[in-house]
């Protein structure tokens, strides 16, 4: 079955731009999670869903990056007035049971 | 706060050998664990994962990890490793009660032929 999609793959931004980055789960999957990954990095926690709501927002680093997910299936990042430091491959990642977490592609974005 | 090091960057390995790579986490709770493998410019798949239950677990494409609590180790194995595993492994735990996932910062496998 089709796995977790990602758009856009790539993204360059000039800084002070706000960007949009869409993920569609695996369809059923009632958890979703966003992640951010640096350079030569791990990935980072940035926000959770069930369903529609979102339960942690813990890991968001400004209050420039904002997450929805309205309809509790496709999610939506948003950042704000992109600064260079927001580089990075940014994951979403869905789940059925919570913990065994199905990634994407990823969308790598570019602040120039 | 849990953490997870992953004590090697790089591992270079020839073909048909066999490849250990380590990883030891931080909590005072259970955990769940998980190693995944991250191609060029792909995202994560996941190779094998730790709920409950034997401390050995089998994965994906002939990858086996051992969960030792004693030592808060998760270390990966592979019997004989082929040219298609030279990839990113990343070694990440999870908390009863937390879905999020704390990655390691990688381990670098590269297979020479």
């Known amino acids: 079955g089709a796995g977790v999609s990602q758009s856009p793959r790539y993204k360059v931004a000039k800084r002070g731009q706000d960007v949009a980055l869409r993920c569609d789960p695996i369809?059923?999957?009632?958890?979703l999670f966003w992640y951010q990954q640096a350079l030569g990095q791990g990935p980072e926690f940035l926000t959770y869903?069930?369903?529609?709501?979102?339960?942690?927002k813990s890991g968001l680093p400004s209050d420039r990056f904002f997450a929805e997910r309205p309809e509790g299936s496709v999610s939506t990042l948003k950042i704000q007035r992109t600064q260079q430091e927001d580089s990075a491959v940014y994951l979403c990642a869905s789940s059925s049971t919570g913990y065994e977490q199905y990634f994407g592609p990823g969308t790598r974005l570019t602040v120039t | 706060a849990q953490s997870v090091t992953q004590l090697d960057s790089q591992v270079p390995v020839f073909e048909e050998a066999p490849v250990e790579l380590r990883c030891n986490y931080s909590?005072?709770?259970?955990?769940?664990l998980f190693w995944y493998v991250q191609y060029p410019n792909q995202g994560l798949q996941l190779l094998l994962k730790?709920?409950?239950?034997?401390?050995l677990v089998k994965g994906i494409n002939g990858f086996e990890a051992e969960f030792n609590k004693s030592q808060t180790s998760f270390h990966l194995r592979k019997p004989s490793v082929h040219i298609s595993d030279t990839a990113e492994y990343f070694c990440a735990v999870s908390g009863a009660g937390s879905y999020q996932l704390t990655f390691g910062k990688g381990t670098k496998l590269s297979v020479i032929p």
């Open positions: 909590s005072s709770v259970s955990v769940y």
């Open positions: 869903f069930q369903n529609e709501a979102q339960l942690d």
């Open positions: 369809s059923g999957h009632v958890s």
């Open positions: 730790y709920l409950s239950g034997s401390t």
